[in-house]
């Protein structure tokens, strides 16, 4: 069974950069959607990105787009998250899902396989 794996989550001071990617240790995440969520302690977990899995195609909320920007890597079999200007408020566990092979949604319950999160925290 497919499982998304989650890389590159650290502490970056507010302004700073990361760039999180997705893979699978089994399967390939080529012909899914894959979408990425956040969960900050107290709080619903929120989707936020996803791309398609045909031609690359993003959507995003409104809390991160123009700051963060997804894409995919065919070849590599990985889906990257380039955050940009991160803000306190972006401090989250994130996880990345892998979904059917077509649609885009920001809900969990489009999502069948699940990573087990990557921690980001923003602070000076």
């Known amino acids: 069974q497919l499982q998304p794996v989650e890389s590159g989550g650290g502490l970056v001071p507010p302004g700073g950069s990361l760039r999180l990617s997705c893979s699978a240790s089994?399967?390939?995440?080529?012909?899914?959607?894959i979408g990425w969520f956040r969960q900050a302690p107290g709080t619903e977990r929120e989707g936020f990105g996803c791309v398609s899995s045909r031609d690359g195609s993003t959507i995003y909320t409104s809390s991160v787009r123009g700051r963060f920007t997804l894409s995919r890597n065919y070849a590599e079999n990985t889906v990257y998250l380039q955050m940009n200007d991160l803000r306190p408020e972006d401090t989250a566990t994130y996880y990345c899902?892998?979904?059917?092979?077509?649609?885009?949604?920001?809900?969990?319950?489009?999502?069948?396989?699940w990573g087990q999160g990557t921690q980001v925290t923003v602070s000076s």
């Open positions: 089994r399967g390939t995440l080529d012909d899914l959607t």
């Open positions: 899902a892998a979904g059917p092979p077509l649609g885009l949604s920001f809900r969990s319950s489009f999502y069948k396989s």
